[in-house]
């Protein structure tokens, strides 16, 4: 994204907070970058489209950092507790702009508002199944789908206690404290034979199966872009993991043995997490 976008989109955020979103204008934002309202609308066709360009800017923000926690060698363990602290992070960051959407309500309901919407539901679901996956392993496969809504909606609790209430709390802790919760969800499933409500037709009706391809198309994309700006040695690498994903059975081993190469630079962190998340390794 352009320097020139991401300044209107830093400086909005701001006035949304301040002002609220109904009743900041263009012209308000374009005088905050110190631009014309027509350099506005070179970037953003109009400001429903300013507004969903915030959102996925700061959830592109989340996505990264947690794709680098998931690139490092921590335990799976570590690695959750630090994805979920970062993600209660960055959101309390932007507490003022969040009131004040909630007490506007004014957030237009729009397909493209929509869409992003389903996305982060989707995304979210299957972040917290693949580290649940990753930290019970065929402990928990008959109770993935009920583990995962719950705790996300221990997630959303604390987090309207934080955001909402003004409550104060030691993230990190908190974080450790939440997994710990699904310790004993885990446990109790598993000593009391309890069977679970959601399971995997449920979700398998809930998110599509082109969801997950376009994951993958995603991760392709930015590949391909990221191997034209790179020496001899990683285009290679960066071809022989391209042709591997795309197998419809990928070696995991060989797709290791790609990342490890790839990881020793820092801006290939982020790509890189990403397909650990997606193949689970």
């Not at 110190?34 to 996925?56: Q, R, T």
């Amino acid at each position: 994204m352009e320097d020139k976008a991401i300044l209107i989109i830093e400086n909005a955020i701001k006035l949304f907070a301040k002002k609220g979103y109904s009743t900041t204008s263009v012209q308000e934002i374009a005088n905050e970058c110190d631009i014309s309202k027509g350099a506005f609308y070179l970037h953003f066709k109009s400001k429903d489209a300013l507004l969903l360009e915030v959102f996925n800017h700061y959830s592109r923000q989340i996505q990264l950092k947690s794709d680098e926690i998931q690139a490092t060698d921590l335990d799976p363990r570590t690695k959750f507790v630090k994805q979920l602290t970062v993600t209660y992070q960055e959101i309390i960051k932007h507490r003022d702009f969040i009131i004040m959407q909630i007490r506007e309500q004014a957030i237009p309901f729009n397909k493209d508002i929509e869409d992003f919407m389903q996305h982060m539901r989707f995304n979210s679901y299957l972040f917290y199944k693949r580290n649940l996956l990753a930290i019970y392993g065929k402990e928990i496969d008959q109770t993935i789908w009920e583990v995962t809504l719950l705790m996300q909606g221990m997630f959303k609790a604390y987090l309207d206690l934080i955001i909402i209430e003004g409550v104060e709390l030691d993230v990190e802790q908190l974080c450790e404290s939440i997994l710990r919760r699904a310790d004993y969800l885990v446990e109790g499933f598993n000593r009391t034979g309890d069977k679970p409500v959601i399971n995997d037709d449920i979700m398998n009706r809930v998110i599509p199966d082109d969801y997950y391809y376009n994951q993958l198309y995603t991760i392709v994309e930015t590949l391909r872009e990221m191997k034209t700006d790179t020496n001899e040695d990683i285009e290679v690498t960066i071809s022989v993991l391209l042709e591997e994903i795309q197998k419809e059975q990928p070696r995991l081993a060989v797709i290791k043995g790609m990342l490890s190469n790839l990881e020793e630079e820092d801006r290939f962190k982020g790509v890189s997490g990403q397909i650990r998340t997606f193949f689970q390794i």
